[in-house]
């Protein structure tokens, strides 16, 4: 049922095996480099924070978008920039919400002290990723909902959360997996969920890697 996927480990394994170490070596020393060659021309380094960040510019956008725009601002601009710089430069990038990404960047700068203090326990990544997507929570980011929280968690290493996003829904639409659901309310997103780490199970896969082979089977590029 997933032959496509399994083909694609002899293309693309190195690539995604790569990416994964990059995920893993952010969350352990708090800083990698990014290389998306020859997907997408760019190569530079992150810290924890810029990555959190990436994930507020991604949601509504693109993961290129994304790329460009973490590429652009630098880890030092995303600490240090002001609202209007912020906004400045991801609007000339062409995203369409620019001064609310901002804004939220702006509001993680106040969060990220407790980001951290989460991150720095035993919790698993689910756990964790209720605390930064509930409104009820201190930790809650703002622009965080289980979609957000789960990609940032993903790409500092976190491996039991799926990022259930408009391919991945998709893919699994296609399979016969879920009903053509309108919305993703939290029960979907967790039946959808559930749904992969059968997959994951099947191909013995973690979460963030069959996100990637999903995600290279949509568009042909291994992001994050």
Same mark, same amino acid.
């Not at 199970?201 to 994050?224: A, N, P």
């Given at each position: 049922?997933?032959?496509?996927?399994?083909?694609?480990?002899?293309?693309?394994?190195?690539?995604?095996?790569?990416?994964?170490?990059?995920?893993?070596?952010?969350?352990?020393?708090?800083?990698?480099?990014?290389?998306?060659?020859?997907?997408?021309?760019?190569?530079y380094e992150v810290d924890?924070?810029?990555?959190?960040?990436?994930? /507020?510019?991604?949601?509504? #956008? %693109? =993961?290129?978008?994304?790329?460009?725009? !973490?590429?652009?601002?630098? *880890?030092?601009?995303? &600490?240090?920039?002001?609202?209007?710089? /912020?906004?400045?430069?991801? #609007? %000339? =990038?062409?995203?369409?919400?620019?001064? !609310?990404?901002?804004?939220? *960047?702006?509001?993680? &700068?106040?969060?990220?002290?407790?980001?951290?203090?989460?991150?720095?326990? %035993?919790?698993?990544?689910?756990?964790?990723?209720?605390?930064?997507?509930?409104?009820?929570?201190?930790?809650?980011?703002?622009?965080?909902?289980?979609?957000?929280?789960?990609?940032?968690?993903?790409?500092?290493?976190?491996?039991?959360?799926?990022?259930?996003?408009?391919?991945?829904?998709?893919?699994?639409?296609?399979?016969?997996?879920?009903?053509?659901?309108?919305?993703?309310?939290?029960?979907?997103?967790?039946?959808?969920?559930?749904?992969?780490?059968?997959?994951?199970?099947?191909?013995?896969?973690?979460?963030?890697?069959?996100?990637?082979?999903?995600?290279?089977?949509?568009?042909?590029?291994?992001?994050?």
């Amino acid at each position: 049922m997933f032959e496509e996927l399994q083909g694609l480990r002899d293309r693309i394994k190195p690539y995604v095996d790569r990416r994964l170490s990059e995920f893993k070596e952010l969350g352990k020393t708090g800083k990698t480099t990014f290389d998306f060659r020859p997907f997408a021309n760019y190569s530079y380094e992150v810290d924890i924070f810029s990555e959190l960040c990436f994930c /507020l510019l991604t949601a509504n #956008s %693109s =993961a290129l978008m994304g790329i460009k725009l !973490q590429s652009l601002i630098g *880890i030092d601009g995303f &600490r240090s920039m002001s609202l209007e710089e /912020l906004e400045k430069t991801i #609007s %000339s =990038a062409g995203h369409r919400f620019a001064r !609310q990404r901002a804004e939220r *960047i702006v509001k993680a &700068r106040e969060k990220f002290e407790r980001v951290m203090e989460l991150l720095s326990g %035993s919790k698993e990544g689910k756990a964790i990723r209720d605390l930064l997507s509930d409104t009820c929570s201190k930790y809650k980011v703002e622009g965080f909902g289980l979609k957000e929280a789960s990609h940032f968690l993903r790409n500092i290493g976190f491996e039991d959360v799926a990022i259930v996003d408009r391919h991945i829904f998709r893919y699994l639409k296609e399979k016969g997996l879920l009903p053509d659901y309108k919305t993703i309310t939290r029960r979907i997103y967790l039946e959808a969920e559930r749904k992969l780490e059968e997959i994951c199970q099947e191909l013995g896969m973690s979460q963030g890697e069959l996100d990637l082979y999903i995600f290279y089977h949509k568009t042909g590029k291994v992001l994050k």
